[in-house]
């Protein structure tokens, strides 16, 4: 299997593992043994162990010790895909109307950005107001990205260069990280506390959430440094 990661913390490796444990686990209705895996994906046992603990350790994978099958008496171990594995690898679609009510706010955020760069606070009193996952972040993002426009191109420049590499869209923490870091001292604690809740809907949002925020960020930038080009490419 290829290497090369598909999103930070989970390697093409780790998502093809990812993949067959989910197929094997319908197949036999049950929990797999990480030699039939090792089979099917066509590496070696040891791969496929080394693999699984990986991903039990990221809250993708659960193991179990299973009484009968192992040698001379030892208990066997087979492994089972967490709902965590099952959101990442086979992402729900995002219900239409959080859909439309984001394409609402998201507008919204963009005009600000692109007429008040720097003004940061409308954007955390619009943080309060939404009651979907989506938008909320979305909101704090865009502030993010208003607080620290005030320091200039540099950190912009980076978080545009770190979305380029192509890291995937839980990039997204790095970023808002980078960000928040650039911003004025006396910003911090408005932004800080919507930043501890923005790290928590982060996962709740899913894979499609958060693909659409990472595009939203992009756009973001272009709106605070006016017609920049950003590109994800």
Known sequence: MAGGEATVGLTRRRREVLRGLIALRRELGGPVHYTLLARKLGVSKWTAYEVLRALEKEGYVR????????KAGRPGIVFEPTEKALEEVEPK???SRVRTEWAKVKRRILKWLAERPRNYLDLLKEAKKQREVLPFCGCVLGALVAGASA???PVLDEVANLIRQGRGE???LIVAGMLLSATARRRLKGLYRHLVKFQEEVERVGAEGRRALLDFLVEA???VRGEREVSTI
């Open 93 to 95: 679609p995002l219900p």
């Open 151 to 153: 320091k200039g191109g």
């Open 170 to 172: 839980w990039v997204l």
């Open 63 to 70: 193991a179990y010790y299973e009484a009968k099958g192992g």
């Open 221 to 223: 930038l272009k709106a």
